[in-house]
C-alpha cells in the first residue's frame, strides 16, 4: 500500500529506470513503492511481469508499444500490433497509461527512423494511426499518451517531438483515450514559455513527467522553476499523476524527498 504524498494535490509517481541504479530492477521498485510513490517503467520486454505483478507497488505509466512509427504505412501496423501486446501486459500490471513517441526509440532514446522533415501526409497518417490507438485504448480501458521530447539533445531526428505538434495531433483526434504526456524537461530545452505550454495543454493532460534543467536530475538542481510548475497545474485544476523521470543528482533519497517537495502545495 503506497504512503500519502504529503500534501500534494498530485499523485505522485516515480521512474524506475532512473532512480536507485545501484540496485536490481524488483528493489528498485520495492524502494520507491516504500517512499509512498507510484512506479513507471520504460520497456515491458525487458522485465520479470510476473515479479512486477507481485511487487506490491502501483504502477503509473510503461512504454505502449516495442516498434513501430506513426506516420508510415507498414510502421504504423506494426506500432498497432505491438501496442496490442503491450496492452496485455499494462492489464496484468493494472497500468492506466501507455505511452507512446513519434517513432521507435533505440536503447539510446535515438529514432530508429529519423525524420528531418515532417509532411502534410505524414501529419495524416500519425492521426489516423492515432485514432486506432484510440480505438484500443478504448476497447481495453486504457489510455495512451503521446510524449513530446527534445531533439536537441537526447532525441534528434523524432518526429512530432514538440509539444506544439503533440498537441495538435492529440487536439484533431480528440477522444478520451488519447492524451498527453507533457514532459517538462524536453519543453524546456526545445520550447521553454513552459506556464503558457501548460495552460494551453491543460484539457488534453494524461501525466506529466518532470526533470530539471540542464542534467536531467531532480527538481531543484536546475534553471526550472518547479513551484511555479506546480502552481499553475494546480490552478488549472490538474489532479493527475505528476512522475519524476530524472535521475538523482546525488542522493537517491534525498531526490525524492526534493521531488516531494516541488509538488507539495
Known amino acids: 500500500m503506497n504512503k500519502p504524498t504529503s500534501s500534494s494535490p498530485f499523485t505522485l509517481a516515480v521512474c524506475a529506470e532512473m532512480i536507485f541504479l545501484d540496485l536490481p530492477m524488483l528493489e528498485r521498485i520495492q524502494r520507491i513503492n516504500e517512499h509512498g510513490f507510484q512506479v513507471e517503467i520504460w520497456d515491458w520486454t525487458k522485465h520479470d511481469i510476473d515479479a512486477l505483478a507481485n511487487s506490491g507497488a502501483t504502477f503509473s505509466s510503461m512504454t505502449g508499444y516495442i516498434t513501430g512509427t506513426l506516420a508510415g504505412a507498414a510502421g504504423a501496423d506494426e506500432l498497432l500490433i505491438t501496442a496490442a501486446e503491450s496492452v496485455e501486459v499494462a492489464k496484468r500490471l493494472d497500468i492506466p497509461r501507455l505511452n507512446?513517441?513519434?517513432?521507435?526509440?533505440?536503447?539510446?532514446?535515438?529514432?530508429?527512423?529519423?525524420?528531418?522533415r515532417i509532411t502534410g501526409a505524414m501529419w495524416l497518417k500519425?492521426?489516423?494511426?492515432?485514432?486506432?490507438?484510440?480505438?484500443?485504448?478504448?476497447?481495453?480501458?486504457?489510455?495512451?499518451?503521446?510524449?513530446?521530447?527534445?531533439?536537441?539533445?537526447?532525441?534528434p531526428g523524432v518526429p512530432f517531438a514538440r509539444l506544439e505538434d503533440v498537441l495538435a495531433l492529440v487536439e484533431s483526434v480528440d477522444r478520451p483515450s488519447l492524451r498527453i504526456m507533457l514532459d517538462v524537461y524536453h519543453a524546456q530545452i526545445g520550447e521553454g514559455n513552459l506556464i503558457e505550454l501548460i495552460r494551453r495543454c491543460g484539457p488534453y493532460i494524461g501525466e506529466v513527467q518532470v526533470a530539471d534543467v540542464p542534467g536531467r536530475c531532480e527538481p531543484g538542481t536546475g534553471e526550472i522553476?518547479?513551484?511555479?510548475?506546480?502552481?499553475?497545474?494546480?490552478?488549472?485544476?490538474?489532479?493527475?499523476?505528476?512522475g519524476l523521470e530524472g535521475w538523482a543528482s546525488g542522493d537517491d533519497d534525498l531526490a525524492l524527498d526534493r521531488f516531494r517537495a516541488a509538488f507539495s502545495l
Do not use: M, W
Open 100 to 116: 507512446l513517441h513519434g517513432t521507435g526509440l533505440n536503447s539510446e532514446g535515438l529514432p530508429v527512423q529519423p525524420c528531418q
Open 225 to 242: 522553476n518547479y513551484p511555479a510548475i506546480a502552481k499553475v497545474l494546480n490552478d488549472i485544476g490538474y489532479r493527475g499523476t505528476v
Open 126 to 155: 500519425a492521426c489516423d494511426t492515432l485514432n486506432r490507438l484510440a480505438d484500443l485504448g478504448e476497447q481495453h480501458g486504457v489510455t495512451f499518451v503521446l510524449e513530446n521530447l527534445n531533439t536537441d539533445v537526447d532525441h
